[in-house]
């Protein structure tokens, strides 16, 4: 990768965080080349695949979570009583299956904070590292 300007390796972290004004300048200055070879990159096609591995999984995970609740709902009432058996006081299970689809969203964003801020930050770190414009 050719050598950056200054305002590439004037990115500095502040307060522990990314300075975004700096990283927006210094993307800005960058060639097609520049973005060629950061493409090229053995730590950001890392990244990216990783990234895109867990967004997908989660994603079919919640669709398929999500369209259970319609069929499971379906079901109950043309087929069995399955989802009405009351497992809290009068509550049935299907209105517990309902209310864990928040229970459900919930988790997988908290899940995706903790992996974005453990494994995509280390590897987005890494690769300012190695492109040196950090």
Known sequence: MPEHDSSCEALLRKEGEYNVAQLNKAASSLTREDWGAIAKNAKFRELSRRKMSFLIGWWLFSTLFYFCLPIA?????????????Q???????LYLFALSQYAVCLFIAIYYDYWANRTADRLTRELLDELRLR
Do not use: E, R, V
């Open 87 to 93: 497992i809290i006081g009068h509550i049935p299970l």
């Open 73 to 85: 709902a379906g079901y109950t009432t043309s087929q069995s009583d399955f989802f009405n058996k």
